[in-house]
């Protein structure tokens, strides 16, 4: 039976959650909640626990208290966040006796270099821990951001893996043009590594490239994310008996708040020439170029080496326009193309705009997902 005949799939859904809007921004909504929206519109229901990392506020650490917040509810399939969670042996003992498809998601690299371990410690060991984790859960499946980590897993035997390229929900892919505004392009995130920051300083490169903060910034929308965490562990400490009823509240603001701050972050792209994605620890697409082409922006992303699936989802200068992570002098080029011809910049737009929606909204993912679990089926990217 196809995923397509099935409309009574239940899911335990817990993805990586913070308890602040500091820690909490670098988690896309492609990646918790706009999978959800992929899950509803394939007919599965959802019963959304988020899973934190240590310490949370003890009260909202719901991965620990499933057992007792699902009640008698039974699930087909659980999806669960991996690497930074943390999960008891009681949650795990219950998982694998209650839920049979049990499916990891796994949206960071697990290897790197010395030098990237060197300038963010925490890197070493990863692979180690995912594979602890894997075990621990007894995980059936596991989505793998990189390609690389699929095929390693995949290669032990230890459990089913597949590349899981980002994907973003089909209401936030933007239809028909868009005029390019004529300023510069921009890089969101954190200038954390060394070659972040020499590419930073590079000369010239921010007369064409801006580094802004998120737009939800000039919002009060991660105020009441802070606010609702706040609020939420209060009334668990205080109220422990009706601790069903505030989680059941909790995520119906979270999922609120989450798909507000997302539709402020794809409506504020729309003044940048272009959407950049800078070399980073992550080997794959990061969620904001599929999110740019949703958004009606060109995506211009560092060429990630070693990974030749992930090159061919988009192709270069037609959908996509990439660079060499040591070769500023063409993301300059790039970079000033876009700021002198919008036309160029409307064709990579639309281009880009029709293969995501027909390979890489989230309904499409996870209905990909599903057949590959139930049929196994090997999903089409489009590459």
Not at 185 to 207: H, K, M, Q, V
Not at 334 to 352: K, N, S, W
Request: aromatic fraction near 10%; glycine fraction near 10%.
């Amino acid at each position: 039976m196809t995923s397509a005949a099935r409309s009574d799939r239940s899911i335990l859904f817990m993805p990586l959650e913070f308890t602040g809007w500091e820690m909490g921004k670098p988690q896309s909504y492609t990646a918790s909640f706009g999978l959800e929206d992929g899950m509803l519109a394939n007919g599965a229901r959802t019963f959304v626990a988020p899973a934190f990392p240590p310490p949370p506020h003890s009260e909202l650490a719901w991965q620990d208290q499933v057992s007792g917040l699902a009640g008698g509810m039974g699930f087909d399939q659980a999806w669960i966040g991996l690497v930074h969670a943390k999960y008891d042996p009681g949650f795990c003992a219950w998982l694998t006796a209650n839920v049979p498809v049990r499916v990891g998601m796994l949206f960071e690299s697990m290897a790197y270099t010395p030098r990237e371990c060197s300038e963010l410690p925490l890197l070493a060991g990863r692979e180690a821990h995912v594979f602890r984790q894997i075990a621990s859960l007894g995980l059936t499946h596991v989505l793998c951001g990189d390609e690389r980590d699929a095929a390693v897993i995949e290669a032990s035997g230890a459990v089913r893996a597949i590349w899981f390229p980002s994907a973003v929900p089909e209401r936030f892919v933007g239809h028909g043009g868009r005029p390019v505004l004529a300023g510069r392009s921009a890089f969101f995130g954190n200038l954390y590594s060394e070659e972040r920051r020499r590419l930073a300083d590079y000369p010239g490169i921010r007369e064409l490239l801006a580094f802004p903060k998120g737009p939800e910034l000039a919002t009060d929308l991660p105020a009441g994310f802070d606010a609702v965490h706040a609020r939420m562990a209060l009334a668990a400490r205080e109220r422990p008996e009706a601790l069903a009823e505030i989680h059941a509240r909790y995520v119906q603001e979270l999922r609120q708040l989450r798909q507000g701050i997302f539709a402020c972050w794809m409506g504020g792209l729309a003044q940048w020439n272009g959407l950049v994605n800078l070399p980073s620890y992550f080997k794959g697409y990061a969620g904001r170029v599929i999110e740019a082409m949703g958004a009606g922006v060109p995506a211009v992303s560092w060429r990630i080496p070693e990974r030749p699936r992930n090159l061919r989802l988009f192709e270069d200068g037609r959908e996509i326009l990439l660079f060499d992570r040591r070769d500023v002098p063409h993301l300059v080029e790039h970079l000033t193309r876009l700021r002198q011809d919008p036309d160029f910049g409307q064709r990579i737009i639309a281009a880009a705009r029709l293969k995501v929606l027909r390979y890489h909204t989230s309904e499409i993912r996870v209905r990909q997902v599903f057949d590959w679990i139930d049929e196994g089926m090997s999903p089409d990217y489009g590459c």
